[in-house]
């Protein structure tokens, strides 16, 4: 909705999606509508279309380098394998709930938004299988490099749920690259920022997905150096600002959500 939303409201000026509209069903009047009618959400919109386009342009970047898979983890709505410009030189996997999954491609045909060739849907129950298993049984070659998008999911995992599926993604024989977005600690907030982080987290537990991870930059760093990622760019709001939105008036907050990149040392070696 959030993607939606900013195609509408700011013209996709960030990130452009031709087919978030359409997936989602909704008329543009009611998502337009629904998003202005709330002004703290264009904070969060912001976020989400940065984090979908700092995603994206790396993925570009390691596609040059020889990447040839892209796992989507909770792919929810994510639209990327639809409009990829990689075509066949670029094998999709979307990995979510078969329950999720299910409805997605229910909302696909409805739209009438065909799964190209080179996308394949891995789903994965992760309180009986876990990401290694399902990945495998879709047919994922892990001698491959492989490029891993994980956004909007971190901030809902327990930490050791979380370092399970960076250790996984760590061990991939042929290289691989993540990104994924989190927050500082809300107690280590602005007053200001601190309480849009409370209405918004009582807000996604009011819907029974709490928030329940967050993460000081330097320790988070320091943990995904010990598993072996030894590239890394990480944006929090001052980066944030500084490279999506120079000209926006106002000091940018000192700390808030992130969207980071690493790399696993064999990667970093190519």
């Not at 944030?240 to 940018?252: E, K, L, M």
């Amino acid at each position: 909705m959030h993607r939606a939303a900013h195609q509408l409201l700011e013209g996709g000026g960030v990130f452009a999606d031709p087919l978030a509209v359409r997936i989602l069903g909704a008329s543009p009047r009611e998502i337009a509508g629904g998003a202005a009618a709330d002004r703290t959400r264009g904070v969060m919109r912001l976020f989400i279309a940065v984090r979908t386009r700092f995603a994206e342009d790396a993925l570009a970047k390691a596609v040059e380098g020889g990447v040839e898979q892209l796992v989507i983890l909770g792919a929810g709505l994510d639209t990327f394998a639809y409009r990829s410009p990689f075509r066949e030189s670029l094998r999709i996997f979307e990995v979510d709930h078969p329950a999720t999954q299910e409805w997605k491609r229910h909302r696909l045909a409805e739209a009438g938004i065909a799964a190209p060739s080179w996308l394949t849907f891995a789903p994965v129950n992760f309180e009986t299988q876990s990401l290694a298993q399902g990945l495998s049984a879709a047919g994922f070659d892990e001698g491959r490099q492989t490029f891993f998008t994980w956004l909007g999911v971190v901030p809902y995992l327990t930490e050791d749920a979380i370092f399970t599926t960076l250790r996984t993604i760590a061990g991939i024989s042929g290289g691989a690259r993540v990104v994924f977005d989190y927050s500082d600690p809300p107690e280590s907030l602005s007053a200001e920022a601190r309480a849009y982080y409370e209405r918004r987290a009582a807000h996604v537990e009011s819907l029974n997905e709490p928030w329940v991870s967050s993460f000081e930059p330097e320790e988070l760093h320091g943990r995904l150096k010990a598993l072996g990622f030894s590239e890394m760019e990480d944006l929090g709001p001052r980066e944030i600002r500084r490279r999506y939105f120079p000209d926006a008036p106002g000091a940018a907050r000192e700390r808030g959500g992130h969207v980071l990149f690493a790399a696993n040392r064999r990667q970093a070696m190519d």
